[in-house]
């Protein structure tokens, strides 16, 4: 069993920046892929970016691309998204997930552990 949790979320102005992190416990596995998924009011759970363990395949949205980056530090089973530029829509609770597998993907539903989400709110 591998335990997440999620910390660094909170209010920014757009503009702004803000990096939340990830740590995992328990039953963690060095090879593992991460990504980080958010979902917004009334939106479903979207993809935002994901890491080998290796950290030398990323992977991310669209709507991210060029102002998020995740990255991880092995030696701490730790995750991170740093979040630049933000913008109004990207309001969400954002959440960490880790594969029981090596292979980097973006489908929510090929994540088997979740982190109980930070909440990332930014305002105009």
């Known amino acids: 069993q591998v335990q997440l949790v999620e910390s660094g979320g909170g209010l920014v102005q757009a503009g702004g920046s803000l990096r939340v992190s990830c740590a995992a416990s328990?039953?963690?596995?060095?090879?593992?892929?991460m990504g980080w998924f958010r979902q917004a009011p009334g939106k479903e759970r979207e993809f935002v970016a994901a890491?080998?363990?290796?950290?030398?395949?990323?992977y991310y949205a669209d709507s991210v691309k060029g102002r998020f980056t995740i990255s991880r530090n092995s030696a701490k089973n730790t995750v991170y998204l740093q979040m630049n530029s933000l913008k109004v829509e990207d309001t969400a609770v954002y959440y960490c997930a880790a594969r029981s597998s090596i292979v980097v993907v973006t489908t929510a539903g090929l994540y088997a552990y979740w982190g109980q989400g930070t909440q990332v709110t930014v305002s105009s």
């Open positions: 328990g039953r963690t596995f060095s090879t593992n892929a």
């Open positions: 890491i080998s363990w290796s950290g030398e395949r990323t």
